[in-house]
């Protein structure tokens, strides 16, 4: 079964710093996608940024971006210049084509002003 | 257009009662999920629908949950004879379409199920 794991349940930033969120996974696919998703208090889940195994080059989002690697099975977040808004629980998710997610446990993120 | 919307947003009820949360995904998603969330987790998954039917129920806890989704839109997740351990927030995404390709989930903003 696919696992996700997130080793870091909290996670501190200065406004218009740099802070990278963790994330392993295990997985036997070859083919699969993978996720980052911001859940801040209101509960709605927003998609942050995905990133497709079969491609080798690394996901980019404005301020988001992410280290893919495969062999490893790592994929973590890195914010730049980071926002107040910022602020939220942020969940790493697999997912292999039609099936559901898999999300880990998440991490929460402040930043200080 | 509108989202994903899920009722109640909020639904306290009594140990060994029944409820029902509903979920309205956005219009023209043939694929629904319902997810459970409970306190400092990530959502687990519990179910979903291609169509009007179940096409994996493997995530559904035990017989007292049950999912139906009868003309494909609307979707209802029925718990019967609550218990304190299914307090959580139930979270309903649904998705263009499932399969070999990967479609958006989008979500719903969930419903907190208080079991007293």
């Known amino acids: 079964a696919q696992t996700v794991t997130q080793s870091q349940p909290e996670m501190s930033v200065q406004e218009a710093e740099t802070v990278t969120l963790s994330c392993t996974y295990d997985t036997s696919e070859s083919d699969y996608y993978l996720f980052w998703y911001k859940q801040p208090p209101s509960r709605q889940m927003i998609l942050v940024i995905r990133?497709?195994?079969?491609?080798?080059q690394n996901a980019t989002e404005n301020r988001f971006s992410v280290n893919f690697q495969k062999a490893a099975k790592s994929f973590s977040l890195k914010i730049s210049d980071s926002q107040l808004g910022d602020a939220a629980m942020y969940f790493c998710?697999?997912?292999?084509?039609?099936?559901?997610?898999?999300f880990g446990p998440g991490t929460r993120l402040s930043v200080l002003p | 257009g509108a989202g994903v919307s899920q009722t109640p947003s909020n639904k306290v009820t009594e140990k060994g009662k029944y409820v029902e949360l509903r979920c309205d995904p956005i219009s023209g998603h043939t694929a629904l999920y319902w997810y459970r969330q409970s306190l400092g987790q990530g959502p687990e998954f519990l179910i979903y629908f291609q169509g009007t039917g179940a096409a994996d129920d493997s995530g559904l806890p035990n017989d007292r949950f049950f999912a139906v989704r009868p003309e494909g839109s609307v979707s209802t997740l029925k718990i019967q004879r609550t218990e304190r351990g299914d307090s959580a927030v139930y979270l309903c995404a649904s998705s263009y379409q499932t399969g070999s390709s990967y479609n958006e989930q989008f979500f719903g903003p969930g419903t907190r199920l208080t079991v007293l």
């Open positions: 998710a697999y997912k292999w084509y039609g099936q559901n997610f898999v």
């Open positions: 990133q497709e195994a079969y491609k080798q």
